[in-house]
């Protein structure tokens, strides 16, 4: 069975230690400023009155129905048969129609190759058989990853043993392969996918020039089809006419 | 007893070999760029389309590739022939075929629609006005694949060299805006054109395959001039040419 690489997040393991920024930066070489996966903080008071924080590790979430796969027009972004989702640089334009696509804003353009960055789950180190940079680095053992259809692996004994959400909404719920433990507190809003406005040109061209084009090319040659078909009719009529009237004669 | 119907000789070598040349161009150039964009919101293709040429080539990077260099020869071919015989060849064709004002615009449209009707068995009380050399579908159909060319051919090369040439992310979005909206200008212009080409692939082949002939070997009849074209028939009368 192909494998189904999923990534956990245990909150209530994680420190904030940003190790595992860290060291996904100096795996990708990202530019200053830049990071492939992050940390949210998010700060609460309890019911006892007490102040709370809570921490997110995230990063792309590898969905089952990408958006940003969706919207590119280069066929750069791509989903692998695993479930990653990878860009291939070679024919990335740049253009950040996939930006505002993605709902958990983990792509961005980077300034030195001019092309879409993102987490790839460290796709190269998987592929030799290692862990993501931030799963092997994550001090609190926070981060766990593997493949979900292997029923022997960590991943699928974790995701029976606990408790586990995904970072859904009514408005959001494209099938993200990353879970989180929250030791049964709800995700705050905060931290939940939002809906982004997209571009213009990209809106103009989903919603109004492809589908005018393809529904006027169709239109045209059902017009011309019938314009065809209407002329054998009336070839054929016509012989079988001139036939009748020699026939008489 | 043969009866060979008089000709005249309407179109020369190097129109018909740019026209063929135009046509394979665009056929190849339509379906490569059918080919690249495999996302479900933007595809204009059914998804076996791409997947299948992307197989064939060895993934979309051979196929960018393709579809770009293509699009060069082709608008660089055209171009530098549009250079060397613009006095013979282009200048003429302008002056017959562009629409510039909403009189000329109006009279083509309205031309147009009784030829459409009259397809159908339509409007048959109203015949079409006499033709020049071309009639007013052709004149709409070369203004816009004229016009649909310039912004494609300016389009494509802006779409294939910018990421190569540019620096996106120092622009603070904004030749990656440019890119965006040049996009939406290369398919939008792209429709147009494959809108218009299925009225005139099926005017060429079934309606009036004598004009496919003459695109074919140069050689028009003189009695189809006469009839279909009675007011270039007047003028190749005035110039002594029939």
């Known amino acids: ?21 860290v060291a996904c930066r100096a795996e990708w070489d990202t530019p200053l400023g830049y990071s492939r996966d992050w940390v949210k903080e998010v700060e609460y008071v309890n019911a006892k009155g007490l102040p709370e924080v809570q921490l997110f590790p995230g990063r792309c979430q590898h969905c089952d129905d990408p958006p940003c796969v969706e919207v590119c027009p280069s066929g750069a972004s791509w989903k692998r048969e695993d479930g990653i989702v990878l860009v291939d ?3 990335c334009s740049g253009c950040e129609l996939c930006v505002p696509a993605c709902p958990y804003e983990a792509r961005w353009l980077n300034p030195v190759t001019n092309t879409i960055s993102k987490c790839t789950f460290c796709q190269p180190r998987i592929d030799k058989g290692l862990q993501p940079a931030c799963v092997d680095t994550c001090v609190g053992r926070a981060l766990i990853f593997g493949d979900a259809n292997d029923p022997n692996s960590e991943v699928s004994q974790l995701l029976k043993a606990k408790e586990w959400q995904k970072l859904v909404t009514d408005e959001v719920n494209i099938g993200p392969n990353h879970y989180y433990y929250t030791a049964g507190k709800a995700i705050p809003d905060t931290v939940m996918p939002k809906l982004n406005e997209r571009h213009l040109s990209g809106k103009l061209m989903e919603n109004i020039v492809n589908p005018l084009g393809t529904l006027g090319i169709g239109g045209m040659m059902a017009v011309f089809l019938g314009a065809g078909i209407k002329k054998l009719i009336d070839r054929r009529q016509d012989v079988s006419n001139k036939e009748g009237s020699h026939e008489q004669h | 007893m043969s009866s060979i119907k008089p000709t005249i000789k309407v ?16 056929l190849t150039l339509v379906l490569t760029g059918f080919g690249i964009i495999s ?3 933007v595809r204009l293709a059914p998804a076996f389309w791409p997947t299948f040429l992307q197989n064939v080539l060895g993934g979309n990077a051979n ?5 770009g260099i293509g699009g060069m020869v082709w608008a660089g071919v055209i171009g530098v022939y549009a250079l060397l015989n613009a006095k013979r060849v282009v200048l003429p064709f302008l002056k017959n075929v562009l629409v510039l004002t909403p009189k000329a615009a109006i009279a083509d449209v309205s031309s147009m629609v009784i030829t459409l009707a009259h397809l159908f068995g339509l409007l048959k009380h109203k015949s079409v006005p006499p033709q020049g050399r071309y009639n007013g579908a052709q004149r709409l159909l070369g203004t816009m694949i004229i016009a649909c060319s310039l912004a494609i051919a300016v389009t494509g090369m802006y779409l294939f060299l910018s990421p190569m040439l540019l620096d996106f992310a120092a622009s603070a979005g904004v030749l990656g805006g440019v890119f965006r909206w040049a996009l939406v200008i290369h398919l939008a212009a792209v429709l147009l054109v494959l809108l218009g080409l ?4 099926y005017f060429a082949v079934v309606e009036e395959p004598e004009s496919l002939e003459t695109m074919k070997s140069g050689e028009a009849e003189v009695a189809f001039i006469k009839h279909h074209n009675p007011l270039w028939y007047a003028e190749l009368e005035r110039e002594g040419k029939v």
């Open chain 2, 39 to 41: 996302g479900d919101f």
């Open chain 2, 63 to 67: 196929l960018v590739l393709l579809h």
């Open chain 1, 1 to 21: 069975m192909v494998a189904k690489y999923v990534m956990l997040a245990d909150t209530t393991r994680c420190i904030n230690c940003k190790a595992c920024e």
């Open chain 2, 198 to 201: 299925v009225a005139h692939i």
């Open chain 2, 11 to 26: 179109r020369t070598k190097d129109v018909i070999a740019i026209h063929w040349f135009n046509a394979f161009f665009w």
């Open chain 1, 89 to 91: 640089h070679a024919i």
